[in-house]
Every structure is written in structure tokens, then in C-alpha cells.
């Protein structure tokens, strides 16, 4: 596994300059797959905030007045500065939480996706719209803070800013602190795209006091996270009292429902990348797998010689499909939650505790899968967060979409059946906020966010600019 000289990060970009911080705290970051540091990081503290939102809200009346084709001006030019830096955000994702290769191929080419159908969408969208005597016209709520986790920076980081910029608003970036290589070549992208300074400011810390700041600073007038139900949770109660708009992308605890006219060779390889993509670390990994009883001893002999066979190793190798896990406290944390399932009475079918065998370093851990699982069980309710699939059994398609809808969450879900309306009518009846019928690739302008405690409010396409917009009526006399 290659490796790469230290590296010091200073993690603050305010008023269109790479910043001076006042945060004096530093931690080291690590290359999960050799455990060795890459990188020392300085991150910002409540005044970085501050000062971010501060010039964020300078330049936030300029943008409030720039025209259609200056704000796709600004997005185009962000494209290509990010499409410019497509193989750096590619190797910064691999090396800094062991994204496989296929993985981070395809955030590095979103991101910058992401800005250019932003970029077409804004070329007709309706500013003002007439509703009988009224005139509504939808304006920018204001500075907003995009709050972004460590497993997906540039995809993230890309996909929100889009809308907001789309819309009008100026930006305070928190992306976590677990991700400083990510954000690094993110927020030169950013700076090589020469927009207006304040416009987008970024500052990677902790949330006990970046993220808190953002949350209560008066300064900002809207909150776009995307991470854990229990941080949105505390984002949400902090923001309440300045009465900020907030958007929560949460956690998820998806299932894939295989129907019996399935067919289990095209349906099974389906449902495992949906719950395995990216080492398990997804919002939206299906990680609970319901098959018919009637079916259940041919989908677990395929489901087992399929993943028993999945190479773990180093995430640059191109036939990897697991990689290892982005910290040390993300494997403990699965090794728990292995020890969990055995401990309620889960059957392992495959993988356990532990390294995969040949594996001695590095924060792997042998994707596992279990079966005899009850809905009441840790592991069946529980956002995991890494290689680990729960194998529900149901004996009537009304049961199964019981047992989906079984959950405080409900992010996005998954059906594969043999006959496509068969499909669409199951996903109709699923608590979710979306729902993929035989695929796993999402359409990425539909709108996207959960229901239950899995999210408030919708990102992508229209939806997403919608986000950022508060309308305004104008109602005058008729002449």
C-alpha cells in the first residue's frame, strides 16, 4: 500500500483567503489502511467561525442581487476547478478513510457533476411566479452553514453548495474534522475558482464549537447537515431559538425487500452492493435484507458464497471491494455490534470478529452477515455504519413492508422483483424518502432526505434550490 509524506493542514478558508486560524488545537490524521499519520491538522475554533460567518454576511446583499447568468457563471467556473482536481479528490478519498478505488472514482466525478446540473437547472428556474393577485417571488433565506461528514466531503460539499449558490447565498463550510485531506483539495478547487470573496468560506473543527457556533450565530440564517439522528437532533434544538431554517440529512437503517418473483442471481448481487458500498459507511446502505421464508435457505447460500469471496484489502487495488474502515473507533465500533448479534442469538453466516485473515494492520474488518434475525434485535435497529447485514425472513409481502416500515427510520429503501409495477406498487407502501426498484444508482436531480428520524427537508434538483429560496407575496391591486 503506498505511502505518503506527512502533511500540515491548517483548516480554515475565510474571505477568500487560505486563513490565519486563531484555533490552536491539533490532531493527527491517520491512513486507516496502514494505521501510519498523514497528516497534522490545526483546526479552527468559535472565533474561525465567527470571523467565516462574518465575512459570509458581507458579501451576502452582492449575491442576493447577481443575476441568473452570473450565478451559472460561478457554478460553471466551480465545475471546472473541480473537475480540474478529479484525480486529487479521487486519491485524498482512498487514502484518508479507504474508499475503494470504484467508490472514489464516482464521488470525484459527482462533485463535479453536481455543480454543472445545478448549472442547467438554474437556466429556467422560476424566480417569480404569479398566484392569482400575488406576485411570489422566491429570494435567498440568507447565509446558510453546510454542515458535512467525513464519508462523502466532496460529493457533500459539492451537492449543497450548488443549491445555495444556485439560490443566491453565501456559505460557512464545516466539513468534519475526520476528513482534512478531502476538504484540503476540496477547498483549493474552491479558491481557484475565484468567487467572490466571503462567498464560500470553510472551516474544518470540531462541532462542540464550529458546528455549535454556526448553529447559534444570528449570523446564519440556515443550517444544511448531513450526518447522524442524534447530532441533527442537537443542531436543530441549538438553531430553534434564532428561528434558522434547517435542513437534516440523517441516518438510516434501509432495507431491500427481494419479492418472491424475484430472481435471487440478479437480485442478491444487487441488494449487497446496496448494503456494502463504500465499507458499509452509507446513510443509505440497505443493511437489512428481507427475503421470503419460501426462498430464505437459496438467498443465504448465495448471499454467503457472494460475500465470503469479497476481497478485503488495499482500497487502491481495483478488485478490492471492501476496504478498511475510516478510524479505529469505527472498528471497535463494528466489533461491538458483532459481538451484539451473537450475544441476541443472530446464526453468523459469514465473516465475524476480528481482521480478515492476512490482514495484521490496517482498521479492517470481515464483512459479515447474519440470519435468525428478529426485528427487536440491536443489530436489526441500529445504524451500524459498517460491513453488516441483518437477514430478515417474511411469509407474506403485507409482512414484509410491516417489517420495513418497523423502523424510527426510513431514509431509503430498496425492491427488487421480477415484474417492475410489482415493484413500484411495494415501494408505493414503504415509509421512505426514496425508494430504488431492481437498481441501486439513485437518480441524483429527484429529491432526496428521509422521513421518520432519518430528516427534515429534501437536497438535489429543484428541490434542493427550493431550500435555500423563501418566498415572498407581493399582492397589489388590479389596474
Not at 22 to 41: R, Y
Not at 122 to 134: H, M, T
Not at 211 to 218: A, F, T, V
Request: proline share 5%.
Amino acid at each position: 500500500m503506498e505511502e505518503r509524506t506527512m502533511r500540515e493542514i491548517k483548516g480554515g478558508y475565510i474571505n477568500g483567503e487560505f486563513a490565519r486560524l486563531h484555533g490552536a488545537e491539533t490532531i493527527e490524521s491517520l491512513n486507516p489502511a496502514t494505521e501510519q499519520p498523514i497528516a497534522m491538522v490545526r483546526l479552527a475554533d468559535r472565533d474561525d467561525a465567527r470571523n467565516a460567518i462574518a465575512a459570509a454576511c458581507a458579501v451576502q446583499p452582492f449575491l442576493r442581487d447577481t443575476s441568473r447568468a452570473e450565478r451559472i457563471d460561478m457554478l460553471h467556473s466551480l465545475q471546472a476547478a473541480i473537475l480540474a482536481r478529479t484525480d486529487d479528490i479521487r486519491e485524498a478519498t482512498i487514502e484518508e478513510y479507504g474508499g475503494p478505488l470504484a467508490r472514489a472514482q464516482w464521488v470525484s466525478r459527482y462533485a463535479s457533476d453536481c455543480l454543472s446540473r445545478t448549472a442547467d437547472l438554474l437556466k429556467d428556474f422560476p424566480f417569480e411566479r404569479q398566484i392569482g393577485d400575488a406576485s411570489v417571488r422566491l429570494e435567498p433565506v440568507g447565509v446558510s452553514a453546510l454542515i458535512v461528514p467525513w464519508n462523502s466531503i466532496a460529493g457533500t460539499i459539492c451537492s449543497k453548495l450548488a443549491s445555495a449558490l444556485a439560490a443566491g447565498c453565501a456559505t460557512v463550510i464545516k466539513p468534519s474534522e475526520l476528513a482534512p485531506l478531502q476538504t484540503q483539495v476540496v477547498t483549493e478547487a474552491l479558491h481557484a475558482a475565484k468567487l467572490p470573496a466571503g462567498a464560500v468560506n470553510v472551516v474544518l473543527g470540531r462541532g462542540s464549537d464550529v458546528g455549535d457556533e454556526l448553529s447559534i450565530n444570528p449570523g446564519v440564517r440556515k443550517i444544511s447537515f448531513t450526518g447522524s439522528t442524534s447530532t441533527g437532533k442537537h443542531i436543530a434544538r441549538a438553531a430553534v431559538d434564532t428561528m434558522k431554517r434547517v435542513s437534516l440529512s440523517l441516518s438510516g437503517k434501509s432495507a431491500s425487500i427481494v419479492l418472491p418473483d424475484a430472481d435471487l442471481d440478479s437480485a442478491i448481487p444487487l441488494a449487497l452492493n446496496a448494503a456494502l458500498m463504500n465499507n458499509g459507511q452509507a446513510c443509505v446502505n440497505g443493511t437489512r435484507l428481507l427475503v421470503p421464508r419460501i426462498r430464505l435457505n437459496e438467498a443465504l447460500s448465495l448471499v454467503e458464497r457472494t460475500v465470503s469471496a469479497m476481497p478485503v484489502g488495499d482500497p487502491r487495488d481495483p478488485a478490492t471491494v471492501i476496504g478498511p474502515l475510516s478510524t479505529r473507533s469505527q472498528y471497535e465500533r463494528i466489533q461491538r455490534y458483532i459481538q451484539v448479534g451473537l450475544a441476541q442469538g443472530a446464526t453468523l453466516v459469514t465473516g465475524g470478529e476480528g481482521r480478515p485473515d492476512g490482514l495484521t494492520k490496517g482498521f479492517f474488518v470481515k464483512p459479515t452477515v447474519f440470519a435468525d434475525v428478529h426485528p427487536e434485535m440491536d443489530i436489526a435497529k441500529e445504524e451500524i455504519f459498517g460491513p453488516v447485514l441483518c437477514v430478515l425472513a417474511y411469509d407474506s409481502e403485507d409482512e414484509a413492508i410491516r417489517m420495513a416500515n418497523d423502523s424510527i427510520y426510513g431514509l431509503q429503501a430498496y425492491v427488487f422483483s421480477g415484474r417492475q409495477e410489482h415493484g413500484v406498487a411495494i415501494a408505493s407502501a414503504l415509509e421512505a424518502g426514496s425508494v430504488l426498484v431492481n437498481r441501486i444508482v439513485p437518480e441524483t436531480m429527484a429529491p432526496f432526505g428521509g422521513v421518520k428520524q432519518s430528516g427534515v427537508g429534501r437536497e438535489f434538483g429543484v428541490y434542493g434550490l427550493e431550500a435555500f429560496l423563501e418566498p415572498k407575496s407581493i399582492v397589489s391591486p388590479k389596474h
